[in-house]
């Protein structure tokens, strides 16, 4: 069987003509490439130096056919994603000739168009990857059409987290983000995991306000000596455009805030492996971030935002801390929660992370993906 995927994923290119894209959505095509004989993935170019967190596909079953980057915030970048529709519903349709089915993954700008054209335009079997808040009371215009639009058609949908009311097409399916050699080592890391010592803490994403990035750095700023005492290091990793602006919070701060930028899967993974809990005080619209699984299996706690289907893997006092309201004050509050910790709770709260982790591997999900299909 031969798959179509088509994404807003960012592809480029190496120096020696090796074409690599975003970490996490090519590791799982890779896996998807176990059980189709072809995949054809249909995602936005850029002709600009690959960050770190980029890796190439490990599958020559695996063929990237590019299209123009499109999307944004402004007004200027939703016209140009309406214009660039004519030339992307071309390529789709082409490349979905030489296919039996295909996936869409959503929510992006060019889903806007491209879900009412598959919907009314394609006989080829095929089912949609909602990424975002599935329960989102208020999301953006494009979001919310989107939503619209997948619920009010007969193709299979995978959401993040289970709804009440939710419609039989749309399937619950968590976002893979561990392979079995991960969930081995993380059962290693976890089984000597303590909180003795300075407590480590982390945060993986982009570095948006709105992913609160701010809120962990004034709220870490705002804590008082006895507790800033206890703390080692705050690792942030990723980047963005207001970059300079959360390093200059950081300069007079008693707290020892580490920059790492985009760093790739295994690096990630050792900043988990050496903290002891993960931030995440979001107010955008995720769906399940993987970093929070993935962050688990090392048996670094979530300390993050109540919101989605968040809360129906992280468990206050269970597994993790919720934060809500989310705000500087609510930040800081779970931090010191967090400092104050006996060990014999933190033990125990790793321990109860194996629960969630297994649910979160390649091997569970291309299962799933292979019964979906057949």
């Keep these: 069987m031969k798959l179509t995927i088509i994404s807003h994923t960012e592809h480029y290119k190496l120096e020696d003509g090796t074409i690599v894209g975003w970490g996490p959505t090519i590791t799982e095509i890779n896996f998807l490439s176990q059980i189709f004989d072809e995949i054809y993935h249909v995602a936005m170019f850029h002709d600009v130096k ?9 599958s020559n079953k695996i063929k990237f056919v590019p299209i123009k980057p499109s999307g944004g915030h402004s007004v200027l970048d939703k016209i140009k994603v309406a214009l660039s ?9 082409s490349v979905l000739k ?5 996936q869409l993954r959503t929510p992006t700008g060019i889903g806007v168009f491209l879900i009412p054209y598959l919907t009314l335009f394609s006989k080829k079997k095929g089912w949609y990857k909602y990424a975002g808040n599935w329960s989102q009371e208020s999301p953006p215009l494009g979001y919310a059409l989107q939503r619209f639009m997948l619920k009010h058609q007969s193709r299979k949908v995978t959401i993040n987290g289970h709804w009440q009311n939710q419609k039989k097409h749309c399937l619950t399916f968590e976002n893979p983000c561990l392979t079995d050699s991960d969930l081995k080592e993380g059962i290693q890391v976890r089984s000597t995991k303590n909180n003795n010592g ?12 709105e992913k609160g990035v701010e809120r962990i750095i004034k709220a870490f700023n705002s804590l008082d000596d006895t507790m800033s005492n206890k703390v080692g290091q705050v690792h942030l990793i990723g980047n963005g455009s207001e970059i300079e602006y959360f390093k200059s919070l950081t300069v007079t701060s008693k707290i020892n805030f580490v920059f790492h930028g985009f760093l790739p899967t295994d690096k990630l993974f050792q900043i988990y492996k050496a903290s002891h809990f993960f931030l995440m005080p979001t ?4 769906g399940f971030p993987k970093v929070i699984a993935e962050a688990m299996n090392f ?3 979530p300390i993050v935002s109540n919101i989605s289907s968040i809360g129906q893997y992280v468990t206050e006092e269970v597994n993790g801390f919720l934060i809500q309201p989310v705000n500087e004050n609510q ?5 010191e929660k967090a400092l104050l910790m006996p060990n014999e709770k933190y033990r125990s709260f790793v321990f109860n ?3 969630i982790v297994k649910k979160f591997s390649y091997p569970y999900y291309v299962d799933r993906i292979k019964k979906l299909v057949e």
């Design 50 to 58: 690959a960050p770190e967190s980029s890796l190439p596909y490990t």
């Design 85 to 93: 529709a004519p030339t992307v519903v071309k390529m789709v349709n």
């Design 98 to 102: 030489k296919s039996d089915c295909f």
């Design 198 to 209: 300075l407590i480590n803490f982390c945060y993986a994403g982009r570095l948006e306000r």
């Design 283 to 286: 107010t955008a619209s995720e």
């Design 299 to 301: 048996g670094c706690l």
């Design 331 to 335: 930040v800081k509050n779970n931090i």
């Design 353 to 355: 992370c194996k629960l």
